[in-house]
């Protein structure tokens, strides 16, 4: 479940397993749920008097899904993200557009505040079903080492019943 701080080496790269295609519910409900009231967002009549002539995915959606579809390659057994340091989005986010996320290893290092834990740089990329690059950002985290990682999974004490 998840990579430890052994795990990780400068230059790696790891690639999402599955893409996700952005549906016009999720932009809608997210975009409604954040409380943003840029219409580019909800309104097609408005969206269409822009240069795009439809609505845009809600940017923070495409962040979100991005860095979720980077997360079992990277940060699964993450204790915290620690920082972003940049967030570019170099081409747009329609409804129908499927996402995979990309992510380098930048750098590796040992934590001083907590010795069981080392932190994590990396840098990700979303890409289009075009391979187009839609969102790139860069963030830290700080992950357990091997031996301080712990088991979530519930004890069971019971027997099978069947």
């Given at each position: 479940?998840?990579?430890?701080?052994?795990?990780?080496?400068?230059?790696?790269?790891?690639?999402?397993?599955?893409?996700?295609?952005?549906?016009?519910?999720?932009?809608?409900?997210?975009?409604?749920?954040?409380?943003?009231?840029?219409?580019?967002?909800?309104?097609?009549?408005a969206a269409a008097r822009t240069?795009?002539?439809?609505?845009?995915?809600?940017?923070?959606?495409?962040?979100?899904?991005?860095?979720?579809?980077?997360?079992?390659?990277?940060?699964e057994r993450s204790a915290v993200?620690?920082?972003?340091?940049?967030?570019?989005?170099?081409?747009?986010?329609?409804?129908?557009?499927?996402?995979?996320?990309?992510?380098?290893?930048?750098?590796?290092?040992?934590?001083?505040?907590?010795?069981?834990?080392?932190?994590?740089?990396?840098?990700?990329?979303?890409?289009?079903?075009?391979?187009?690059?839609?969102?790139?950002?860069?963030?830290?985290?700080?992950?357990?080492?091997?031996?301080?990682?712990?088991?979530?999974?519930?004890?069971?004490?019971?027997?099978?019943?069947?």
């Amino acid at each position: 479940m998840g990579r430890s701080y052994e795990d990780f080496e400068v230059g790696a790269t790891y690639r999402s397993r599955i893409g996700r295609t952005v549906l016009d519910a999720d932009n809608v409900w997210f975009t409604a749920l954040t409380m943003n009231t840029n219409e580019i967002h909800f309104n097609a009549e408005a969206a269409a008097r822009t240069e795009w002539g439809r609505p845009l995915v809600n940017s923070c959606l495409t962040l979100a899904l991005v860095l979720g579809l980077s997360v079992a390659d990277t940060s699964e057994r993450s204790a915290v993200n620690l920082g972003w340091e940049r967030v570019v989005l170099p081409n747009p986010v329609f409804a129908g557009d499927t996402l995979w996320a990309e992510t380098e290893v930048l750098a590796v290092r040992e934590s001083r505040s907590r010795p069981e834990h080392g932190i994590v740089s990396v840098r990700t990329r979303g890409l289009n079903q075009r391979g187009e690059p839609v969102i790139e950002f860069s963030r830290s985290f700080m992950v357990p080492k091997r031996e301080a990682a712990v088991d979530a999974f519930p004890a069971a004490d019971a027997e099978w019943t069947i």
